[in-house]
């Protein structure tokens, strides 16, 4: 397997994409990497590292977008940029997957114009693995796409069922309508809808789930509008690290609070990890006609190489043509 | 100052309502009580307190709407329900005020039923008082109203800015409008159009803000759709609430953080109260034409009280008649 990867993309390039791409080499033997950034910065970072040459090579992009440009504009300006020349690898059969720790709009705009939708999917969403209490979950769409109607959430559900199925290997994965109330009748127009959708199709859809229940993690595909599911998504970032910072604060206010926490430091060592998202590997494009991983912005190398893994999962199980096969019977259906 | 309370209202009641009122009697000496309910099951209540008979009194009404009713049938069904009755009092000049624990649906619909909207308020909303990290902040709406315009969420801004002034004495608090990105530009139709309106209002418009940093309580006014108001509301309290069921969970999993945990028993009580929105008294139903003040269901007595102290400080800051000129001029503006 072939996979290009954005040089820049991401708080900690290049050292930490060179970093994990070294570590995903040692774990996987069957793939090859092609690194894009401008070729004389990315080939100094390698050559620091001891790999085999056969695997890793550079393609040279001389402009680097940031997470603070326009996508749209970006994209269309920047046509030699490291996202946009990453996945033109993929469009020309030279990669078979593309990961970037860059802008995610641009990453998305990138995705979208060169590698196009699957057939049948109107709207592709972003779909990152979030940790719940009981077991880890996603939000799709989590802000692709700030207006939905029914039809792009059920596709939703249907590529979501597809991804756990096949990349985190959970049979008949629940999956829940976020929505302000537990009963059919309840929330917006969108939610009444998309609830008699839901219910009509093949899969394992438990009805309404509400905010509060979310991060339990009892519900595997919680489906919404991006708008929505960003929403959650930083909701869930914000509450989570406003509670640690608060609890670290009060902890150091006096010097028996202060032995309780060195106490129970690997405690909330342990708590934080798994309440931090970025642990959780990348977040794939669902419905990009092609394998598109979307590492956090604040990826270490270890990110790198799990997003990495994420994508030779998409690969070894064929996931694109397996959620093509599925959305072009939903097309017909609806 | 006359208050009706739903002395059925809530996990508690009717002890939590009666000693509720008992505490506010002692710190506030010019109101009256009108307990709705039973007469009997009240007055046995009542029998077992030290109180100034003169205060209160019991306005029978025999039925009681429970939150799991469908609000409009139950409102409509239940005519002599102590909800109802208790409304009825305000329109009847009999009250000043009316407070409930009861479902949220139920007290909003008796509202709108019997005293009507302020002119100039097309949608009324919740907004409960919730903690942040440094200060308290309002989600309006906080959920009763699933759709909304830009009309409407400008009608939030202004009655929000009006109760905090009013009731929590801060002068021009920060309006920020939610949104899934910091530009102008970001988010659906809802909030594009909804920037132009605040932008061009006299309250004190600071722009979009993030789902990741409500939380902070940087801002006061929080407006959104209710939809996206009780998402936000929900994930707060779902979050906090399964940050600390893990973190007790891991304290109890070894000796060394058993004893950890005992040190730092003090520090998670005080933070989980700061964090229980509970603790944070009543949410206003702001637009309708009368003070109706919604009490947390798992209100205990303290927070009965605090419930009563804000109907108090409406009625006593004349806060209804204030929003109405302020939004009687927004209608014929928009």
């Known amino acids: 397997m072939r996979i290009a990867i954005d040089g820049m993309g991401g708080d900690h390039s290049p050292n930490s994409v060179v970093q994990g791409c070294i570590m995903a080499l040692k774990e996987f033997k069957d793939i090859e990497?092609?690194?894009?950034?401008?070729?004389?910065?990315?080939?100094?970072?390698?050559?620091?590292?001891?790999y085999d040459k056969t695997k890793i090579s550079v393609e040279n992009a001389e402009e680097v977008i940031s997470p603070n440009e326009h996508p749209v504009m970006a994209v269309r300006r920047k046509k030699n940029s490291t996202i946009t020349t990453a996945v033109r690898l993929v469009k020309e059969g030279k990669a078979d997957a593309v990961i970037s720790a860059g802008s995610t709009g641009a990453f998305l705009t990138a995705s979208l114009l060169i590698l196009g939708r699957m057939k049948g999917i109107d709207r592709p969403a972003l779909a990152p693995l979030m940790p719940g209490v009981n077991g880890n979950?996603?939000?799709?769409?989590?802000g692709a796409n700030a207006e939905c109607k029914p039809k792009n959430l059920l596709q939703f559900a249907v590529m979501g069922k597809n991804y756990f199925e096949n990349v985190l290997e959970i049979e008949n994965p629940?999956?829940?309508?976020?929505?302000?109330g537990a009963e059919e009748e309840k929330g917006n127009e969108l939610t009444k809808a998309s609830y008699k959708l839901l219910s009509d199709s093949n899969v394992n859809f438990i009805g309404n789930v509400e905010p509060r229940d979310i991060t339990s993690g009892d519900v595997q595909i919680l489906v919404c509008d991006g708008f929505v599911g960003n929403t959650v998504l930083k909701m869930y970032e914000g509450v989570a690290s406003n509670i640690f910072s608060i609890i670290k604060k009060e902890i150091m206010s006096n010097t028996i609070s202060k032995l309780g926490g060195i106490l129970l430091k690997p405690v909330f060592k342990n708590i934080k990890k798994k309440f931090d998202y970025k642990e959780h590997g990348g977040a794939p494009f669902l419905g990009v006609d092609g394998i598109c991983i979307k590492a956090h912005g604040s990826s270490d190398a270890l990110a790198i190489k799990n997003a990495i893994r994420q994508a030779k999962k998409f690969y070894d199980n064929d996931?694109?043509?397996?959620?093509?096969?599925?959305?072009?019977?939903?097309d017909s259906d609806n």
Chains 1, 2 share one sequence.
């Open 33 to 50: 990497i092609i690194i894009t950034g401008k070729e004389d910065t990315i080939l100094k970072e390698l050559s620091k590292c001891d």
């Open 137 to 142: 979950f996603i939000v799709v769409d989590s």
């Open 174 to 180: 629940r999956v829940g309508l976020i929505n302000i």
């Open 319 to 330: 996931l694109i043509n397996k959620m093509k096969h599925e959305v072009e019977y939903l």
